[in-house]
């Protein structure tokens, strides 16, 4: 399972490529590896740094609409897999209300083979 900080990461790496297209995407990258000698894959640990650098390459205002933006990607994400996984949970209740109904009636029917 992923940390929270790498799925804000995630999150915060699809909306600048979303942004900014592929070229600055890449560009963006480039200059953080060079400026920072952090490469792309170190960056997941390094949130704080990462908006940080966007901050001084894009102005605080704009670092501020890539970190809001990725925050309601994630949440939006984030309720699509609860949603996903809550309909899990009402089929794994449907087939215990099942079991519990075939339990039920196998042991009635014991009891009256039995007695």
Excluded: P
């Excluded at 929270?4 to 890449?26: C, I, K, N, P, W």
């Excluded at 699509?80 to 519990?100: G, H, N, T």
């Amino acid at each position: 399972m992923e940390s929270f900080d790498e799925l804000l990461f995630g999150a915060m790496d699809d909306t600048v490529r979303l942004v900014f297209g592929d070229a600055t995407y890449e560009l963006i990258y480039a200059l953080m590896e060079r400026h920072l000698r952090l490469k792309r894959e170190e960056v997941r640990g390094e949130i704080d740094v990462f908006y940080a650098f966007l901050e001084r390459l894009l102005g605080s205002k704009g670092a501020h609409v890539i970190k809001a933006t990725s925050i309601k990607c994630l949440c939006l994400k984030l309720r699509r897999e609860y949603k996903d996984v809550e309909e899990y949970f009402s089929v794994l209740d449907e087939l215990y209300e099942i079991k519990f109904k075939l339990l039920i009636h196998s042991l009635r029917w014991k009891s009256l083979v039995c007695n």
